[in-house]
């Protein structure tokens, strides 16, 4: 199984911040990621898909790069409700497995 | 906008099977997509558990696939899911996800916690 690997596992900052979150893959998976964010109790949000395309609704501030087998998501201004947790998943078959999490937390 | 609702028993005894439904607000046909069973353990990541097409291909994750059994009811636009022989390990919120055929989960129904306890 391909295996997805996040850094950091938490992340520190504060409003207007800069943040980036990256995830590596342990084969090559060419665009197939996905991003999602999480708050407490809540299901996951689906952020970005096919590594760079934003999913319709969220906002500009949230991008994602990468292919192959590194892969970023940044927040280019971090705002209040961003504060929550971030999985990367990788798609490239018929199974598909997350990342462990980032959590993105108040400084 | 498609809404997913999932239902089923929020106890179940070790050794026993959990069965949970998943109620769509569509048509499971429809758009070209793709069902699936997400979980989460307390406090820890996601872990995805099975998928099913509308005509009812599956695919399981290999290391619950001797447990677990998927099955799609297109009349009452509803997918299920079966876990046997459960322990303490499978207790977890339990989410149903739609999305595009091998891709990413682009709805989420909001979770239902399973505990399995005697």
């Known amino acids: 199984d391909i295996q997805l690997t996040q850094s950091p596992s938490t992340l520190s900052a504060s409003v207007g911040d800069r943040v980036t979150v990256t995830c590596r893959a342990s084969?090559?998976?060419?665009?197939?990621l996905a991003w999602y964010q999480q708050k407490p109790g809540k299901a996951p949000r689906l952020l970005i898909h096919d590594a760079s395309r934003l999913q319709s609704g969220v906002p500009s501030r949230f991008s994602g790069r990468g292919s192959g087998t590194e892969f970023t998501l940044t927040i280019s201004s971090l705002q209040p409700d961003d504060f929550a947790v971030y999985y990367c998943?990788?798609?490239?078959?018929?199974?598909?497995?997350f990342g462990q999490g980032t959590k993105v937390e108040f400084k | 906008q498609v809404q997913l609702q999932e239902s089923g028993s929020r106890l179940v005894k070790p050794s026993e099977t959990l069965s949970l439904t998943c109620t769509v607000s569509?048509?499971?046909?429809?758009?070209?997509?793709?069902w699936r069973w997400v979980r989460q353990p307390p406090g820890k990541g996601l872990e995805w558990i099975a998928y099913?097409?509308?005509?009812?291909?599956?695919s399981y994750n290999s290391s619950l696939k001797s447990r677990v059994t998927i099955s799609v009811d297109r009349s009452k636009r509803q997918f299920s899911l079966k876990l046997s022989s459960v322990t303490a390990a499978d207790t977890a919120v339990y989410f149903c996800?739609?999305?595009?055929?091998?891709?990413?989960?682009?709805?989420w129904g909001q979770g239902i916690l399973v505990t399995v306890s005697s």
């Open positions: 998943q990788q798609y490239h078959s018929y199974t598909w497995t």
């Open positions: 569509e048509s499971l046909s429809s758009g070209g997509y793709t």
């Open positions: 084969q090559y998976i060419d665009i197939w």
């Open positions: 099913t097409s509308h005509s009812g291909r599956a």
């Open positions: 996800a739609r999305g595009p055929d091998s891709g990413y989960f682009d709805s």
